[in-house]
């Protein structure tokens, strides 16, 4: 019962944030204050894949669902507060039955806003129905609301930008990213005297990523900004939109710092490829490294992960059979710890990735343990 609430929480807390760092960070204090009194940790690893925290962002992937989480609140309120209406209620349930479910079944994850799309759908017929049957309220007013609450995550989504807002959204919030990636050790030395006492430089779980230290307050983040900015942090964002972005680049919008240092291995993936195997220390997604490799004339090409937590190995997924004759990895030393010299035909790398071309082809996959 206690991992479910915690969970419950947790999924709601995504939908709780706002552009506005004192308000986030109090949130966060609240959900740990409520962690502590069930008795859970806040980030248990037996149920969460990521460590919480409450954050604003207009990004596809991580964007908060704030508006429509608190007029579905006060609609679902108003609703039980009315006799009738027995069918609509019944919905409510029947969806915040379905939400505790999904709670209880899955860990948390820091991207889940996207997952509680179908809940929020049902939530849209809830406020709909008590705004115009039981409130009988003129529609008009209430959507054009709605439409003008939308434009800035229309124009502000980083990933599809329509116009190059990216930037400036992030210049006046002051939005600095919580890991500084830099392409090249060149850039580190340039962006460490002055960013030193904000991000950790000396952090080696990530090479050329470096975690911000601290939540720090507006004036704070303008400086640092400031440094950013100078340092030519964000000049691909000050001139990119969908119209003219080249498209291998437009899968990276998530991760632009990712894309020179991929960029200039990519052609390593030669016409021989069947399928590759994403071998990688960090924990990321492949999405945009196989979108990549499918459009540089390679449609039929699979990616799948070949190293994994030990647990995941009872998955249905992880039984299924990958033949791959190519190795996408972040960490060429990892590998060559599991895969002998003999088995490797080439290997092509860049400042953070490294194409490995294997002499024939291998259906092993790798795992590791995280109870430690």
């Known amino acids: 019962m206690a991992y479910t609430i915690s969970n419950v929480v947790k999924n709601a807390g995504l939908h709780v944030a706002l552009p506005y760092n004192h308000y986030n960070v109090f949130t966060d204090s609240v959900i740990q204050w409520i962690h502590e009194k069930i008795g ?4 248990e690893p037996a149920i969460s894949l990521n460590a919480y925290a409450t954050t604003f962002s207009v990004q596809e992937d991580m964007v ?40 209880t079944l899955l860990k948390f994850q820091s991207w889940s806003t996207r997952t509680h799309m179908p ?32 434009i800035p995550f229309v124009y502000g989504n980083s990933n599809k930008m329509l116009v190059p807002t990216r930037y400036f959204s992030k210049r006046i919030v002051a939005h600095i990213p919580k890991t500084v990636n830099v392409s090249s050790l060149k850039m580190k030395q340039q962006l460490e005297p002055s960013l030193g006492p904000y991000y950790d430089f000396n952090s080696t779980l990530v090479k050329y990523s470096y975690p911000i230290k601290d939540v720090y307050p507006y004036s704070e983040r303008m400086k640092i900004f400031s440094v950013l900015d100078d340092a030519g942090y964000f000049d691909l964002e000050k001139q990119e939109d969908v119209f003219s972005i ?3 680049k437009a899968y990276f919008m998530s991760h632009i710092h990712d894309y020179e240092p991929f960029r200039q291995v990519l052609p390593a ?63 060429l030393e990892l ?24 002499k024939t082809s291998s259906t092993e996959k790798y795992t590791y343990d995280t109870s430690h």
């Open 64 to 103: 908060p669902n704030t508006l429509h989480f608190v007029l579905l609140l006060i609609n679902a309120i108003f609703l039980f507060s009315q006799r009738g209406n027995r069918e609509v209620k019944m919905l409510v349930i029947l969806a915040s039955i379905g939400m505790i479910i999904f709670c």
């Open 40 to 43: 859970v940790s806040v980030n």
């Open 335 to 358: 590998v060559k710890q599991h895969i002998p010299a003999s088995q490797i035909g080439s290997i092509h790398s860049s400042s953070r990735y490294h194409v490995i071309r294997l």
């Open 269 to 331: 993936v030669g016409s021989d490829v069947k399928n590759v195997g994403f071998f990688f220390r960090e924990g990321v997604g492949f999405y945009h490294f196989w979108a990549s490799v499918m459009h540089r004339n390679h449609p039929d090409v699979h990616f799948n992960y070949i190293y994994y937590p030990a647990g995941f190995s009872s998955l249905a997924n992880a039984q299924r059979p990958f033949a791959y004759n190519y190795i996408l990895t972040d960490d």
């Open 246 to 248: 080249d498209r291998t």
């Open 119 to 150: 809940f929020f759908a049902i939530g849209t017929i809830v406020i709909g129905f008590v705004y115009q049957k039981v409130l009988k309220l003129r529609q008009s007013v209430f959507i054009v609301f709605l439409l003008l609450s939308c």
